[in-house]
């Protein structure tokens, strides 16, 4: 619907000043959620004229581009991210609050695409800084919480994979900060940041973050095997699994690199798992082993490995150890 009074609108030759004052709202107001998706919708109207100056141009002078393009980045810088600093400093979480996160973030989303790559990295760059910290109670002047800036990333995360070197200071900065936060915090950086990054790459790249996720976590646990660390490396690869763990017959991307069962580490983090101290830790190798145990049993792993040349041979091997001690624990556990 939004759409459509927009280009009726757009037709019509408006004033686009007054335009953009009308569906903006004043710095310490609330925005209406209907109003923040009629100037999204604005936005993704305008979209296209402001990017491929061949389409309509007597829809718009060079002049009103310009102008255009940047009242639109002013919606970033001057009521989008100013209006979650706030939302970030509130401290509710009321279905209001989340409502409001949600079609900011889009708006946001929008407005970044069609001002480009400059703007991108200058947007994702200020929202990183959230994420890898100790975590505290009172945020600094312009900082993000950490609920919030999942949020962004996640909206922004198209336009991020875009690029290389935004891709990669993502995964870094998801990473770091997966060390420091809480449990409830690392699982919506996981499920927001990480699985929609995976869900965003097309498959080559999809495999490489893949294997350098799951380096990353076994390095963890191998330099620090304590654990509080065993406990955060089960619930990282719980929420991977449906990635780490999918049959080669379905996915033309699967790689041995990514593949946990050729980990040694991985089979220790999940021994470790089986006898931690906290139950939704035990719940979670456990998980992990069955999951194992079935795709194995699909794919008829313990044969393909044992054909493979000698350096996968002796892979194979590895698994074989650590799964059949695990496999000899939890016959005796019932």
Avoid at 1 to 21: C, K, Q, R
Avoid at 26 to 51: K, N
Avoid at 62 to 68: E, F, L, P, T
Avoid at 128 to 145: F, M
């Amino acid at each position: 619907m939004y759409s459509t009074v927009i280009n009726a609108v757009l037709s019509s030759s408006p004033d686009y000043n007054l335009l953009f004052e009308s569906l903006c709202w004043p710095q310490e107001s609330w925005p209406q959620t209907e109003q923040v998706e009629a100037l999204t919708a604005l936005v993704e109207a305008l979209g296209p004229f402001l990017i491929d100056s061949n389409l309509t141009p007597t829809l718009l002078t060079g002049a009103n581009r310009s102008c255009i393009r940047d009242k639109i980045e002013s919606v970033i810088w001057s009521k989008c991210l100013p209006f979650l600093w706030r939302i970030s400093a509130g401290s509710g979480d009321d279905a209001r609050c989340r409502e409001s996160t949600a079609a900011v973030c889009r708006l946001l989303a929008v407005c970044v695409g069609v001002c480009g790559g400059n703007v991108r990295t200058e947007v994702v760059s200020s929202i990183l800084p959230s994420l890898p910290r100790i975590w505290e109670e009172l945020l600094a002047p312009g900082t993000l919480s950490v609920q919030v800036a999942t949020e962004v990333l996640a909206a922004l995360m198209p336009l991020i994979t875009a690029d290389e070197d935004l891709t990669l200071d993502t995964l870094n900065c998801a990473l770091s900060s997966i060390r420091s936060l809480p449990d409830d915090l690392v699982s919506k950086v996981m499920v927001r940041i990480i699985l929609t990054l995976l869900n965003c790459c097309i498959d080559a790249k999809s495999s490489s973050i893949l294997k350098r996720l799951l380096d990353d976590v076994c390095d963890w646990h191998s330099t620090e095997p304590t654990p509080v660390v065993t406990e955060r490396t089960l619930l990282c690869l719980t929420v991977l699994s449906d990635h780490l763990l999918k049959s080669h017959s379905t996915t033309s991307y699967r790689s041995r690199e990514t593949d946990p069962r050729l980990c040694p580490e991985f089979w220790r983090i999940v021994q470790e798992g089986l006898t931690h101290r906290d139950s939704v830790s035990r719940k979670r190798a456990l998980y992990l082993l069955k999951r194992c145990a079935a795709l194995s049993e699909e794919e008829g792993f313990e044969a393909h490995s044992s054909t493979s040349e000698e350096g996968r041979t002796q892979k194979g091997g590895g698994l074989q150890k650590y799964s059949l001690s695990v496999f000899i624990f939890c016959q005796n556990q019932t």
